[in-house]
């Protein structure tokens, strides 16, 4: 019930978090939780009842791409979601305007989708080298791979490709 950042490696009801946004369940049963204020990704484990760091040092920035998640900075991870086979995990890293994808395998984290800049992105260009409005939510389609950005201040809907291409899908950014 309080504000905090304690708790890794330790039991659940123990733990503190601040600001919770997001919660994603693996196949495994494992969650995986958004500690936005925290700046980190966290997991806990039913079967343990343990709270442990995904990704994230808890300090805010912007670093570790190409590198562990955990040795990452993230400036308020807001969303989190998966693909249908949970190879990769997306996470929008609010503040830093982008779109971030972790290997599940190796737990490298990249950017996906945006370059820190607020922008509307052009239609058909690389995610990767366009700036985003205000992503807030993240969600995968299991059967097409599109991976969808719901920008809250942008007032639109977009769609990344198998390309890593963008596109407005709905709104007029009004």
């Given at each position: 019930?309080?504000?905090?950042?304690?708790?890794?490696?330790?039991?659940?009801?123990?733990?503190?978090?601040?600001?919770?946004?997001?919660?994603?369940?693996?196949?495994?049963?494992?969650?995986?939780?958004?500690?936005?204020?925290?700046?980190?990704?966290?997991?806990?484990?039913?079967?343990?009842?343990?709270?442990?760091?995904?990704?994230?040092?808890?300090?805010?920035?912007?670093?570790?791409?190409?590198?562990?998640?955990?040795?990452?900075?993230?400036?308020?991870?807001?969303?989190?979601?998966?693909?249908?086979?949970?190879?990769?995990?997306?996470?929008?890293?609010?503040?830093?305007?982008?779109?971030?994808?972790?290997?599940?395998?190796?737990?490298?984290?990249?950017?996906g989708a945006g370059i820190?800049?607020?922008?509307?992105?052009?239609?058909?260009?690389?995610?990767?080298?366009?700036?985003?409005?205000?992503?807030?939510?993240?969600?995968?389609?299991?059967?097409?791979?599109?991976?969808?950005?719901?920008?809250?201040?942008?007032?639109?809907?977009?769609?990344?490709?198998?390309?890593?291409?963008?596109?407005?899908?709905?709104?007029?950014?009004?």
């Amino acid at each position: 019930g309080q504000k905090g950042v304690s708790g890794n490696g330790g039991p659940g009801c123990q733990a503190t978090f601040n600001a919770l946004h997001a919660v994603l369940v693996a196949p495994d049963g494992m969650l995986y939780l958004a500690d936005t204020f925290n700046h980190t990704v966290r997991t806990y484990d039913p079967k343990s009842g343990l709270v442990n760091l995904f990704a994230g040092t808890g300090a805010k920035g912007l670093s570790g791409d190409g590198g562990p998640a955990a040795k990452a900075t993230i400036d308020e991870a807001y969303c989190i979601a998966t693909d249908g086979t949970f190879k990769t995990l997306y996470l929008i890293d609010l503040k830093n305007r982008r779109l971030r994808a972790i290997d599940m395998k190796t737990k490298i984290i990249r950017t996906g989708a945006g370059i820190g800049r607020k922008g509307v992105p052009k239609d058909g260009e690389l995610a990767v080298n366009q700036p985003l409005v205000d992503p807030r939510a993240v969600a995968v389609d299991p059967i097409s791979g599109g991976i969808y950005v719901l920008e809250r201040g942008g007032h639109a809907f977009r769609v990344i490709d198998e390309e890593c291409r963008i596109k407005t899908v709905a709104g007029t950014g009004k």
